[in-house]
Every structure is written in structure tokens, then in C-alpha cells.
């Protein structure tokens, strides 16, 4: 019934399964499962140096450190492996709507 599928795919449908056949779309892209815990990212941005060829001299674009906080869900999958299970009639994916829904069991 489910040939030719990669670990990604495997793993989503099982996620899936557990979790009332149901993916969502999270701000920010993530394809998760509802209630799914989050976790908190940081990351810093160092400065970014240039040499201005002209003047003979370096400069930074960023006069300090920069930093950009993110939430993400400590489980997500991207949209590619939800269109290729759609392609394969595993799953309706409804990318207007943010959901995807199991549409096979195994």
C-alpha cells in the first residue's frame, strides 16, 4: 500500500497517526501537529565586516550585535514532504486553508 516512501514521509505519517491524522501550519512555516511544545531559539548575528575598496578601509554594516529570537516547534516537517505524500494520494494538503489531513491508514 505505501511504497517507495522515504524515512521523512515514514515519520510524518506516523506523527500524523498520533496526532488525530491532523498537521497545521505554524507562523513562520512550520507544518506541526496541534499542542505540539515549543522550544525557544536564539540566534546572533556577528558583525559583518566589509572592505570598502574605495576609501581603503573596513566598516561594519551592524554597529553591535544583533540578536533574533525565535519559537519553534520541537517537531516539524517541511511542505515539500507534505506535497509529495499529496502527489502520492497519502494525504490532502490544503495550503490556503494551513492543514493537512491523513487521508490512508496502515
Same mark, same amino acid.
Given at each position: #500500500?505505501?511504497?517507495?516512501? *522515504?524515512?521523512? #514521509?515514514?515519520?510524518?505519517?506516523?506523527? #500524523?497517526?498520533?496526532?488525530?491524522?491532523?498537521?497545521?501550519?505554524?507562523? !513562520? !512555516? +512550520?507544518?506541526?501537529?496541534? !499542542? &505540539?511544545?515549543?522550544?525557544?531559539?536564539?540566534?546572533?548575528?556577528?558583525?559583518?565586516? +566589509?572592505?570598502?575598496?574605495?576609501?581603503?578601509?573596513?566598516? *561594519?554594516? +551592524?554597529?553591535?550585535? #544583533?540578536?533574533?529570537?525565535?519559537? &519553534?516547534?520541537?517537531? *516539524? &516537517?517541511?511542505?515539500?514532504?507534505?506535497?509529495?505524500?499529496?502527489?502520492?494520494?497519502?494525504?490532502?494538503?490544503?495550503?490556503?486553508?494551513?492543514? &493537512?489531513?491523513?487521508?490512508?491508514?496502515?
Amino acid at each position: #500500500m505505501i511504497n517507495n516512501l *522515504s524515512k521523512t #514521509m515514514l515519520a510524518t505519517i506516523d506523527i #500524523m497517526r498520533d496526532n488525530n491524522n491532523k498537521l497545521e501550519r505554524w507562523k !513562520g !512555516g +512550520f507544518w506541526t501537529y496541534e !499542542g &505540539c511544545i515549543t522550544k525557544y531559539t536564539e540566534t546572533i548575528i556577528k558583525y559583518l565586516n +566589509f572592505y570598502d575598496k574605495a576609501i581603503l578601509k573596513p566598516y *561594519s554594516i +551592524f554597529t553591535e550585535n #544583533m540578536k533574533i529570537d525565535k519559537v &519553534c516547534p520541537i517537531w *516539524s &516537517c517541511d511542505v515539500r514532504t507534505l506535497r509529495a505524500l499529496a502527489k502520492r494520494n497519502i494525504v490532502i494538503l490544503e495550503e490556503d486553508k494551513q492543514t &493537512c489531513n491523513l487521508i490512508i491508514k496502515y
